[in-house]
């Protein structure tokens, strides 16, 4: 399965600011996800990325929040904007499992707004 | 109600106890199951995957999907310090696109 490298591994961000998140793959895929981890709940789908095109995102989150590229097939990049503590959360990248089934992730980002 | 639900824990038991995972779910489309474990500080990683109802076996750990009764489980034979972590069940209808979480059982093993 594919390794997922993804950076920063956390972060302390002062609200209103902004702080982009980095998932590179060591494989080629056509998507790309982006999960949200709150405290004590599920994880949360925020958006589908597929390179040359919009990401589409999931009810309850939109674009100018979470701003997503994805430049070629290995690599994308998540942006928390405008952050309030409410954005403090675990952001997960994910692609795909292939013949394993399921989602291979990234190690995750641990934001914290003050 | 939530779509799928578990249990959060914390789960504490003794090393080489036999551990039992659950979630319950209420869409009856859900066909693929999934068993994920999360270290601290780490994404999920892929336990078990699996298909419909039935049994499946890896190692120590066995999967268990009763569709009738919409309850899935994750049991942990021999379990090891090593074993403790948060385990997410997961399904989905399609077998990836639109996977639905549970938030996840802290298991604790005390050697």
């Known amino acids: 399965s594919a390794v997922i490298s993804q950076k920063p591994s956390r972060d302390i961000c002062q609200r209103g600011t902004s702080l982009t998140i980095q998932c590179q793959v060591d494989s080629q895929v056509t998507m790309m996800f982006w999960y949200r981890q709150q405290p004590g709940q599920s994880l949360t789908l925020i958006a589908t990325a597929n390179q040359g095109s919009e990401a589409t995102y999931e009810s309850g989150f939109v674009i100018d929040k979470f701003p997503i590229s994805r430049p070629n097939l290995t690599f994308s990049t998540l942006t928390v904007s405008n952050m309030s503590p409410e954005d403090s959360s675990i952001y997960l990248c994910?692609?795909?499992?292939?013949?394993?089934?399921?989602?291979?992730f990234g190690s995750g980002t641990r934001l914290t707004v003050v | 109600q939530k779509e799928v639900e578990q249990d959060p824990g914390p789960l504490s038991v003794p090393e080489g106890a036999i551990v039992s995972l659950n979630c319950t779910y209420s869409?009856?489309?859900?066909?693929?199951f999934m068993w994920y474990r999360q270290y601290s500080r780490k994404g999920p990683e892929l336990l078990m995957y699996?298909?419909?109802?039935g049994n499946k076996e890896d190692g120590r750990f066995t999967a268990q999907v009763d569709k009738s009764s919409k309850y899935i489980s994750l049991f942990i034979r021999d379990s090891q310090p090593s074993d403790s972590a948060t385990y997410l069940c997961a399904m989905s209808e399609t077998g990836g696109f639109k996977t639905i979480f549970g938030a996840g059982t802290r298991l604790f093993v005390k050697a």
């Open positions: 699996t298909y419909s109802s």
């Open positions: 994910s692609v795909e499992g292939g013949w394993t089934g399921g989602y291979t």
């Open positions: 869409n009856s489309a859900f066909q693929y």
